[in-house]
């Protein structure tokens, strides 16, 4: 298994400000995930980030709203910039900790996001 | 591409009796299927997961699923519920050709006493 935290595990920010999450795993990964969780629905994936490589977004997220850092293979940021209220969710990271989906993914305990 | 769907958005059950909770898949392939819970406030725990083999999967907090090819149905059992069991249950499908897991909108369990 993998312990996984997130910092910070709340915030509250102004229209038009960035904020930057950070996701510390307690072993070394090779794969780690950014999802949104927007109120009352489920999780979207954002994208996924390999160290040593540019991140890979999904449909419907650009780098240039939501950059990512993988600095090594314990640590990632997600940055949601230039913030909406729509931007208000849970934003999680996981891990995979095996060799591909077929083993199994750990989250983080999440940051809530209010953007006003 | 692959999709989860849980039918049932929220679900009520009297503490003491018997749960199910429906996740129906689509895939052209074999997927991997896992069922996660996420109690008010916490993080995702996994409560099992079903790569191949014994199409049923016991999990923890005495959770158990089935996977049914033939309904592409990955549905959670439990004999007896209790109050802690009250939380949002998310089914989840991957593949074999990336590590993509995409989840289901959730099915949230509410428990009478």
């Known amino acids: 298994s993998a312990v996984i935290s997130q910092k910070p595990s709340r915030d509250i920010c102004q229209r038009g400000t960035s904020l930057t999450i950070q996701c510390q795993v307690d072993?070394?990964?090779?794969?780690m995930f950014w999802y949104r969780q927007q109120p009352g629905q489920s999780l979207t994936l954002i994208a996924t980030?390999?160290?040593?490589?540019?991140?890979?977004?999904e449909s419907g997220f650009v780098i240039d709203k939501f950059p990512i850092s993988r600095p090594n293979l314990t640590f990632s940021t997600l940055t949601v910039s230039n913030m909406s209220p729509e931007d208000s969710s849970i934003y999680l990271c996981?891990?995979?900790?095996?060799?591909?989906?077929?083993?199994?993914?750990?989250f983080g305990p999440g940051t809530r996001l209010l953007v006003l | 591409a692959q999709s989860v769907t849980q039918p049932d958005i929220h679900i009520t059950v009297s503490e003491g009796a018997s749960l199910e909770l429906r996740c129906n898949y689509s895939?052209?392939?074999?997927?991997?299927l896992f069922w996660y819970v996420q109690s008010p406030g916490q993080g995702l725990q996994l409560l099992l997961k079903?790569?191949?083999?014994?199409?049923l999967v016991q999990g923890i907090k005495g959770f158990e699923a089935e996977f049914k090819r033939s309904q592409s149905s990955f549905n959670l059992r439990k004999p007896s519920v209790h109050w802690s069991d009250a939380a949002e249950y998310f089914c989840?499908?991957?593949?074999?050709?990336?590590?993509?897991?995409?989840f289901g909108k959730g099915t949230r369990l509410h428990i009478l006493p």
């Open positions: 895939y052209g392939a074999t997927p991997y």
């Open positions: 079903y790569f191949s083999g014994d199409t």
């Open positions: 989840a499908v991957g593949t074999n050709r990336d590590d993509k897991i995409i």
């Open positions: 980030a390999n160290q040593g490589s540019e991140a890979t977004y």
């Open positions: 996981s891990v995979d900790m095996g060799q591909g989906v077929g083993e199994t993914q750990y």
């Open positions: 072993s070394q990964v090779t794969m």
